[in-house]
Structures are given as C-alpha cells and as structure tokens.
C-alpha cells in the first residue's frame, strides 16, 4: 500500500463507501477505501453457484423510474446509463399470500396502478386504500433528501415518529386482511410490531411503489461501475484491508491500523460499518461513555436464513415479481417465530438473468432466523485467511431448515423437488461474515418509535474528522444509504452545493 495521507481514507466498500468514494473523488478528494473481504460491495456482493448468479443482499431497487429522486442521484453518479436493469410487473410487482389460500393480492407499480389493484380486491375500503397512499407521499416529503431537496427531515415530534407502523394500519381500516396486506413487505425493514415506525415503512414501501427494478445479473454491477469511476479518479481501493483500530490524537483521528499492521493516513475518516464495531476500534476519550452505552443498546434487526436454488433449465417460468408468503394471517408475528412453527414465512425472489428472460435460472427465499440459533457455531468464521469449517452438525442444520423451507414452498410449487438442480443455504453467520456486522442482523440497528432517538446518527461524531455513512445513517437499502451517503458528503461539501450539483448533473 502507498505511503500517503489520503483527504477520505472510508472504512468499507459498501454500498455507501463507495458512494461516498465516488462523490469525493469527483470533487478531487484523495480517496482510499478499506475493505476487509475479497469482494467489494459488502450486501450488493453476487456469488456462483452451478453458472447461475445470486445476490447476497439487494434483489430489487425502488425508485429507479426517469426523473425519480433516486434515478437522479444514479445518474449524477454515473449509474443509470450503465445498470442492467428489468423493470418489473406493473400491475403486481408484489405477490402476497396466506396459508393454503389460492387467492393472492398483488402491488402495482406506480399509485394510479396500486390503487386500483387493491381497490379491486378491497371495495370496501376504497377510502382507507386512498388515505394510504396519500399518507406514504405526504410522510416521505417531511425528508428532503429522499426528493433530492436539501434541508433536515422534519421528524422531530411529528406523527413519523410518535406513531408505529401497526397501530396506523389499525386505524387505517378494520378490515384484518387489508392491514396484513398493506403491511406484508415488512421484512423489507425487518418490521416488528410494536416498534417500527411509520415512516421506516413509508420511506421504504413507498421506493418500491413508485416503480421497481430487478438487477439483471446481479448487484453487484452497482459496486464495480462505482469502483472503476473512484479509481479513475485516482482514487484507492484495497481489498483484504481489514481495519482493526482507529488512531487518534487528542482531538482527531490520525489514522487506521489494519489487521496485518499497516497504518493509513488521512485528513478524514468515514466509517461504513457498523457504528458498535466501529466503536470498539476507538479508544479516545472524545467518545464518551454515554454515547458508547447508547449506541452498544441499540437493538439490532433480526437475521435471515436464506436459501438460494438453482433450478433445472427450463424447468421454472420466471416471474416478474416478489412473493411474499405468510402461513398465518397475521404479517407482524413472523419476526417472534418459534423455532418449532418454523418457517411460517418467506419472500421469494426471481434471478433476473441476462440469457434467459422466459424461465428461471435462480430463485432466492429468505426467511427470518435468529442469530442464537446459529451462535454455537459463532467461532467459526469465513474469514479471507481462513474457510469456516463449521461442521457435521452444522451442516446438518442447514439442510435440515432448508428442507423444511422446501415443505413450505413446495404449497406454492408442488413439484418444486423435481425442478431443483442444488440449493445452497446461508445463514446468520454467513451475513456476518460478509458485511462484518457481530450479529448477523439484516438491516443494522432496529429503529423504534418508543425511543426514536436511540438510533439516530448525525453523520459527524465528536472526533470531528471521523464521519459515519451507511445504513445505519438515515436508512438502510439501497435507496436509504444513497440518502445517507450524500448527507455524509455534505459535512465536507455542504448540502446546498451538492445537492444542487446533482440536480444539474442529473439532467444534463
Ligand atoms: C439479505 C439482504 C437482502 C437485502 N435486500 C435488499 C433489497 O432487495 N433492496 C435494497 O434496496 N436493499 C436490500 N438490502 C439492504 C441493503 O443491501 C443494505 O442496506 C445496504 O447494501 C448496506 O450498505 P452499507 O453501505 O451500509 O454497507 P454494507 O453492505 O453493510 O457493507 C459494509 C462493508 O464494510 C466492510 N467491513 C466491515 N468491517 C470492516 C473492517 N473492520 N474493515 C474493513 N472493511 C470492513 C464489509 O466487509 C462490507 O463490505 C438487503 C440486505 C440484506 C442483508
């Protein structure tokens, strides 16, 4: 590695490293991002199995549509001209259903189309469908940056965060049925009950009625064109670059220490991983107690387990849609699931795939597991220097939960068996191995609106040049850390002038 002091030395090459990497280094920063796997992109990291491409994180964008905010901001970052992408159904890019029932209710894209597909299942509640979708727009527009404003959310004591997304559908409707269908893509933001918000449904929901987007091949096409833009720049990236210490003085950080000793200077610091393991590699005093003990008490999303088929060829007509499966009627139980009732629930994701647009290569399912189910194997880790070895046992394990999410599935597709070329499962561990968060969880801190401050972050902690950027900043997704990404930025380059830039290079 070079002997330099970089202006940005970002700690991880997720989603919003890189972006942060990018919008620096067009504006001349020295760049050098850090990452510790041999893959970049952390959760937009692709992997193949049998020639066919899985995502390890994103299945679909929201919010991709010509003159979107996001379409904007993909633009400004030299996105939207590359990115193969497939739009997806327009009326019912979203396929929810329940127990053994043959009736599915479907999302369309768009709100004109949303309403009027479930007005059509839901007469009756022609109003409470109405009210819903002007709620969703009104509570996304108190956040200036996700419509590519600038300005700070407008949260404070408002209905966003006093309310939780269950109660609203409870006085939404009374109709049972309907407040589970408006409520079940919530493993989008690993919703629980009795403490996600409202506006984490509405900011995340709300991306993915405006229009939604499928990666054709993978994810991981975000990462490499942002990749081969930083290091046009001049920018650095380095893989197998493991940050184990922050180096302070008295008021700021210095540098970084890598694993295998190598220090990494800079003029500021942005950390894209998790605020608690970032914390644990900061010794100054400047981070004091109280914050420590906070952000240590933030509740983290629950995990996934995750099975990834390959199917025989033409064996599976690919579907243009999500699925998303409940047995039981109710959407916000699954998150509480005992481990004999397991699964109750899934969300099914089609592959798209550049060769074949007619059948499925791949389909993806994704299930809620808990981190302690897999804890006694938690010393094993598949790290770049070493391949987990987890086991007779643990293998076990996993055929034994993959085979009980085949029985489910197989309600859906009866000869699902028979169209299976392999399956390859992964697990809590697997998620914390690749992103290198210490739980696994799915979407970094749980946000509650019993306590919303708990897990809020300003960009800047109190070692001034050492930033935070990533999902747990703003929001997770994709579209919830371009947000967070370009608030980042912002402490550097202030918002009013790049905000403004990307709207003027957004539509040249
Ligand atoms: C299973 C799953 C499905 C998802 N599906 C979708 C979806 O369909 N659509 C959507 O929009 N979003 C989805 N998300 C959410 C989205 O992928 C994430 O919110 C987003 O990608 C997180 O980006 P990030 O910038 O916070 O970084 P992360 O992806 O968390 O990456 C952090 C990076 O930092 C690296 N790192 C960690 N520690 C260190 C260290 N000490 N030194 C150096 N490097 C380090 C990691 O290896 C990793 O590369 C999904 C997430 C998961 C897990």
């Excluded at 800047?460 to 050492?466: E, G, H, Q």
């Excluded at 380059?493 to 990307?502: R, S």
Aim: aromatic residues 12%; hydrophobic residues 35%; contains cysteine.
């Amino acid at each position: 590695m070079e002997e330099n002091i970089y202006d940005a030395v970002i700690i991880g090459s997720g989603l919003g490293g890189l972006l942060c990497g990018k919008i620096l280094s067009d504006e001349g920063y020295k760049v050098c991002i850090l990452e510790k796997n041999n893959q970049i992109g952390g959760s937009l990291q692709i992997y193949v199995r049998d020639k066919c491409i899985f995502d390890s994180g994103v299945h679909y964008i929201g919010g991709l549509e010509q003159g979107q905010p996001l379409y904007q901001y993909f633009k400004y970052f030299g996105l939207m001209d590359k990115l193969k992408l497939k739009r997806m159904d327009d009326l019912g890019f979203e396929e929810i259903s329940f127990g053994d029932e043959t009736k599915k209710y479907y999302y369309g894209m768009g709100y004109e189309n949303f309403k009027k597909v479930l007005i059509a299942d839901f007469p009756e509640d022609r109003k409470a469908i109405e009210q819903y979708a002007n709620d969703m727009v009104r509570i996304c527009s108190n956040f200036p940056l996700y419509n590519l404003e600038y300005g700070e959310d407008l949260i404070n004591g408002t209905e966003q965060l006093s309310l939780s997304a269950k109660e609203y559908f409870e006085q939404l409707t009374s109709n049972k049925r309907l407040q589970n269908v408006l409520a079940a893509t919530n493993i989008l933001y690993a919703g629980v009950g009795d403490k996600s918000p409202l506006y984490v449904h509405a900011l995340v929901v709300n991306s993915y009625i405006v229009s939604s987007y499928k990666l054709i091949n993978g994810s991981s096409q975000i990462a490499n064109i942002l990749a081969n833009s930083i290091k046009k720049n001049g920018g650095k990236i380095y893989k197998y670059a493991h940050v184990v210490e922050i180096i302070t003085n008295d008021e700021l950080a210095e540098a970084v220490r890598l694993k295998d000793g190598q220090i990494i200077k800079g003029k500021n610091f942005i950390s894209n991983i998790d605020p608690k393991e970032l914390l644990k590699m900061v010794h100054s005093p400047k981070i004091r107690p109280i914050y420590r003990n906070r952000v240590n008490s933030i509740e983290s999303t629950i995990s996934v387990f995750i099975l990834n088929i390959v199917l025989k060829k033409n064996a599976l007509l690919y579907k243009n849609s999500n699925v998303y499966h409940y047995q039981t009627g109710d959407v916000w139980e699954q998150v509480h699931y005992k481990e004999e009732n397991w699964p109750s629930s899934y969300a099914l994701f089609y592959q798209a795939c550049s060769t074949d647009d007619k059948y499925a290569s791949g389909i993806s399912l994704m299930s809620y597991m808990r981190y302690e189910e897999v804890a006694q194997w938690a010393d094993s880790y598949n790290t770049i220097a070493q391949k987990a070895e987890r086991g007779a046992e643990y293998e076990a394990f996993k055929k034994d939960k993959a085979e009980k999410l085949l029985d489910l599935l197989e309600k859906k597709i009866p000869n699902i068996r028979e169209l299976i070329e392999s399956y390859y499962a992964a697990t809590p561990l697997t998620v914390r191995d690749y992103i290198g968060n210490g739980d696994g969880n799915l979407y970094g801190g749980l946000k509650d609106f019993n306590n919303p401050l708990k897990s809020f972050f300003t960009p800047r902690t109190k070692i001034t040049n050492l930033l935070l950027t990533g999902q747990n900043l703003h929001m997770h997704g994709v579209y919830g850390v371009t947000v967070s990404a370009v608030k980042t930025c912002s402490e550097l380059l202030g918002m009013e002038y790049l905000v403004n830039k990307i709207k003027q290079v957004s539509q040249t």
